[in-house]
């Protein structure tokens, strides 16, 4: 029997040739999202957006200029080759691109989709100025890894960053996903392809993939599920030998936070550097639910442990602030004309200081420890401007004066809040914290409020103390100098000088020495600090460039390699260091010795009243 069907003419005008295959406009569709991972052409992938249909004349697409957390200008469209605006009949539309990662396309209510192909940033890192820091860059070994940051890969439409995505990867079979983005249920069983969902396009940002042969660790938080994968290649790392002490570091975290934590799942990607590799920026990026972490292979499996737990500390503190209590400048984040908040002194430098605090609190370390990363950090900040206002630099901190500055938000950042940490345990008899400060901001705020940018001083005067306003008011607004000593005296502690041993480059993770990517990525002894008396016995000064060490020639690599190399050294190795002082090229050398190096620490007051240690306790003890 022949059914007849009576379609309506304007039914079947939209399947006539040249138009749109899509039924639902653009602000109603998913836009379909296709990576292929297996077919990798001179180390670039192909990538391509299917939205619905535009009812405009002109379409902007963009590829990020920045993402949230890195605080610096990436220009992710640099790495974008070929791209294509496709009509419904597979022709090319025309487009003008206004910058590196904007292009506004022509006839846009004929757009079908845009292809395109991506390289990746760790290859290209000694090639592009202002690389991108590797955490937040993107990885494509073809058959063997694949670090996808997807903002390095997926762009967005102008005015459809609400959209949902459905994002269809073809992979290797034998390399497996790691990633917090959900999977869509029914694309499950296909060992290569996977095919994950976003609502919007800051969670496809938010939601990092690392793509490697298994190498993982699962482990239950409470209520948190954690999910630790590496790629390391040559194997020389693997997730269940980092589980344990992750397991321990995270419970302790989980502790600490108490009901502030409000996260189910948590992944965290390590890639692990090789010495041949050109990622070069160590560290990590946060995420909500994630942390993309990159580390160099020449670590030995203890110093390695120990960077995985600062590391990780500090991008699971994030998911308090500013994953948690944020600004609106946060969450409607604007991905290529971005507005910064003036609150790093919170979002980096109270992640940094609690990352340290919960250490003591938890019984991960012991008062000693505690006391040298503090006293670190009041040495560190001495290197940026110390009379620069914290939340002026905050606001501009893409820009100079204010961008060389950034990195003091992990030391006087710290500090900052160490000692509004001190401040509040004084007034309030030692039961109100920064910790507990943090707490109640996460009650009034959290993930889908966020503050006026403003007016959170001024929250925070109102919940704790008037006196709270002239420390804001001097040392996080203003630029007047914190008195350090004031602060910990407060606590019955002082400072004294004391010989120590150090690294013959590094003293725990502050280097000596510095990297100049003005003049080439240039390896040089760093300037107003005390140097150790291996560096000084040479006869080493501050702003010397390595030449070379042993005959070796110094770039980066190799600077890596000899640091390597400084862990088996004994007294009596002997070093011949050229180094170039000016104009003038010298020879430096002799037996490289035991190095140590006179440091200020802090250390109990011998008359510290007892009220002054019930306040030490409360704050280092909760």
């Known amino acids: 029997m022949k059914k007849v069907f009576l379609v309506p003419l304007s039914i079947l005008m939209l399947f006539g040739c040249g138009a749109p295959k899509a039924l639902l406009t653009a602000d109603k569709s998913p836009i379909v ?22 009812n405009t004349d002109e379409v902007t697409f963009y590829i990020p200029m920045t993402v949230p957390g890195t605080y610096s200008l990436d220009n992710y469209g640099k790495y974008i080759d070929d791209l294509k605006a496709l009509d419904y009949d597979g022709k090319e539309l025309a ?6 990662n904007t292009w506004n396309i022509s006839n846009g209510k004929n757009l079908d989709k845009v292809t395109y192909w991506v390289n990746d940033t760790y290859d290209t890192e000694n090639e592009v100025e202002d690389a991108v820091f590797s955490p937040s860059g993107t990885n494509i070994l073809s058959g063997e890894n694949f670090v996808l940051n997807l903002h390095g890969f997926i762009g967005y439409f102008k005015g459809f960053t609400e959209v949902p995505y459905e994002i269809v990867i073809s992979k290797p079979a034998d390399l497996v996903a790691t990633s917090s983005l959900v999977e869509k249920k029914q694309a499950k069983s296909n060992p290569t392809k996977d095919t994950f969902l976003a609502s919007r ?3 496809v940002t938010d939601n990092p993939i690392l793509y490697a042969k298994p190498n993982s660790a699962t482990f239950q938080i409470k209520d948190i599920k954690v999910t630790l994968s590496i790629y390391s290649p040559q194997g020389k790392f693997t997730a269940t030998e980092l589980k344990v002490p992750m397991e321990r570091m995270m419970a302790a975290q989980k502790n600490f936070l108490g009901e502030i934590s409000s996260t189910k799942e948590y992944n965290i990607l390590l890639y692990v550097a090789a010495m041949q590799d050109d990622a ?49 400048e946060i969450q409607f984040f604007d991905f290529n004309d971005p507005k910064m908040s003036q609150h790093l002194w919170m979002y980096e430098g109270t992640t940094e200081y609690f990352a340290n605090l919960f250490q003591i609190q938890q019984g991960l370390i012991d008062e000693g420890d505690f006391y040298e990363r503090m006293m670190d950090k009041i040495y560190n900040s001495k290197s940026y401007d110390d009379t620069m206002s914290f939340t002026e630099m905050s606001r501009n901190v893409l820009d100079n004066p204010y961008k060389p500055n950034y990195r003091n938000v992990y030391e006087k950042g710290a500090l900052i809040n160490m000692c509004l940490d001190i401040l509040l345990r004084e007034w309030s008899n030692g039961d109100k914290g920064v910790l507990w400060l943090m707490k109640e901001l996460s009650k009034k705020y959290g993930d889908n ?48 000088n004391e010989e120590e041993e150090s690294g013959y480059f590094l003293k725990g993770d502050i280097p000596y020495i510095d990297v100049d990517p003005n003049n080439g990525d240039a390896i040089f002894v760093r300037e107003g600090i005390k140097l150790n008396n291996f560096l000084e016995q040479l006869g080493a000064k501050g702003g010397d460039v390595f030449k070379s060490i042993n005959g070796i020639p110094i770039d980066l690599e190799a600077m890596r390699f000899v640091i390597g190399q400084s862990f088996g050294w004994t007294p009596g190795t002997e070093i011949i260091m050229k180094v170039k002082r000016g104009d003038e090229e010298l020879t430096l050398q002799g037996g490289v010795g035991s190095p140590m190096q006179t440091v200020e620490k802090i250390v109990p007051k011998d008359n510290a009243t007892e009220m002054q240690k019930k306040l030490r306790m409360s704050w280092l003890k909760g």
């Open 449 to 496: 409020a966020p503050f006026e940018d403003d007016q959170l001083i001024n929250e925070i005067v109102g919940m704790t103390y008037p006196g709270i306003r002239t420390f804001f008011d001097d040392h996080v607004i203003g630029g007047k100098p914190i008195d350090y000593a004031g602060y910990l005296g407060k606590v019955g502690l002082t400072t004294a």
């Open 33 to 54: 999202t296709q990576m292929d991972l297996l077919n990798v052409v001179d180390d670039k992938v192909m990538v391509s957006l299917d939205p619905g249909v535009f």
């Open 201 to 203: 396009y800051f969670e």
């Open 280 to 328: 070069k920026g160590f560290g990590a990026l946060e995420h909500h639910t994630s942390t993309v972490v990159v580390l160099p292979e020449w670590l030995p499996m203890e110093e390695m442990q120990k960077a995985m737990i600062d590391v990780v500390s500090h991008e699971f503190f994030h998911t308090v602030t500013p994953l948690n209590v944020h600004s609106k």
């Open 95 to 100: 487009f003008t691109r206004s910058d590196e």
